[in-house]
């Protein structure tokens, strides 16, 4: 390494520089690469993309009850039910279930075919969740897969409805496909019915009669045409 000195005269002052000829800047100093964990059980990408085919008896149920909300939006809330996503295609079914990495359950393959989720300002199942798209729903699997996620987590679950508070209804497809809450924090209370077939009965059983074991906690209301769900 070689030093050149410079002298300078500015305003009467004699200016000295000192130049280091072949001297290496210190390399950056970077923060450590944190490392991230996916939760268990994420197949992100790794689904199959032959959809199984929901029961006759599963869509028939499934059907009768989002008749049964539809008819009672269409006369009580007619601006809510102005905001249906249109059905969800076959080819969308399939890309959703090679992304998420995971069989999709059937009631949600028949809600899907009925209602490619809820647009913004639509339909919401009680107390504030939105049945999602197609491609909301893998967007969301692909957040809560990527990691650090969220406490509880497993990639074998599906969501399905959102809330606008970091809240999801997902099936636990580790099983029987029963549902679930996941809150911001973690689990939520698991005080939901058994699956999303029920969900929408239930739902159903309050618009129409205000019966049933979410009549306890909800209240539908509506507002210039819109549906509003109230807390007892």
């Known amino acids: 390494m070689r030093v050149v000195l410079s002298i300078f005269l500015v305003g009467g002052l004699v200016i000295t520089a000192a130049w280091f000829l072949g001297a290496q800047p210190p390399p950056p100093v970077t923060a450590p690469t944190p490392v991230i964990t996916p939760a268990p059980g994420c197949r992100l990408g790794g689904g199959s993309t032959t959809v199984p085919e929901p029961t006759r008896i599963l869509t028939r149920r499934v059907d009768a009850a989002w008749t049964r909300i539809e008819t009672w939006l269409a ?5 809510t039910a102005a905001r249906w996503n249109a059905p969800a295609p076959a080819a969308a079914l399939s890309a959703l279930q090679r992304e998420v990495g995971v069989e999709l359950p059937g009631d949600l393959v028949a809600s899907l075919r009925r209602h ?25 699997a692909r957040r809560m897969c990527s990691g650090p996620g969220q406490p509880g987590w497993d990639g074998r679950f599906v969501p399905f409805a959102v809330d606008g508070g970091g809240g999801l209804l997902y099936l636990d497809q580790r099983g029987a496909g029963s549902l679930e809450e996941q809150l911001d924090g973690g689990p939520g209370p698991g005080r939901w019915p058994t699956g999303l077939s029920e969900l929408l009965e239930q739902t159903a059983d309050l618009l129409e009669e205000d019966i049933g074991p979410l009549a306890d906690r909800y209240r539908p209301e509506v507002d210039a045409g819109w549906l509003r769900w109230r807390i007892e």
Request: hydrophobic fraction near 40%; proline fraction near 10%.
């Open 75 to 79: 006369v009580h809330a007619p601006r």
């Open 116 to 140: 490619d989720g809820s647009g913004v300002g639509g339909f919401v199942l009680p107390f504030a969740y939105r049945p999602m798209s197609v491609g909301e729903i893998a967007g969301h």
